[in-house]
C-alpha cells in the first residue's frame, strides 16, 4: 500500500516532521509514500504562509530518505497551489525530478 499525498512540518498546515510520519507509515503496513509538501504563492490567507524552503527540504528527505532504506520507499514531490498567473514561478521548481500535484485551493 502507498500514500502519496502527505504533508510534514515544511508544509503550513502540519506539524508533524517526516521522520514521524515515515515511523507511522511503517507501522502501518505501507511499502511507499510520498511527501508532497504546500507551495502555493499568493495563497489568499495572509496569516498562512505556504512556501518550503527547498534546499531544507531535500536535506530532510534525503535524511528520512537514507533512515528508512530497506524498510519503506520514500519519495519527494511538492504540492503546488495553481494560478494562471504563477505558471511561470512554478517552472522553476518543476526541473527536479519529483512528484508534482497542482492543486486549486482557492478562487473567484
Known sequence: MHDFHMHSTFSADCDAPMEKMADAAVRKGLTSICFT????YDYPDPSIVFDVNL??????HKAVHDQFSGKLDIRKGIELGIQPHLVKPYNELTKEQILIYYSLHAFN
Open 55 to 60: 534546499d531544507e527540504y531535500a536535506k530532510a
Open 37 to 40: 509538501d504546500h507551495i502555493d
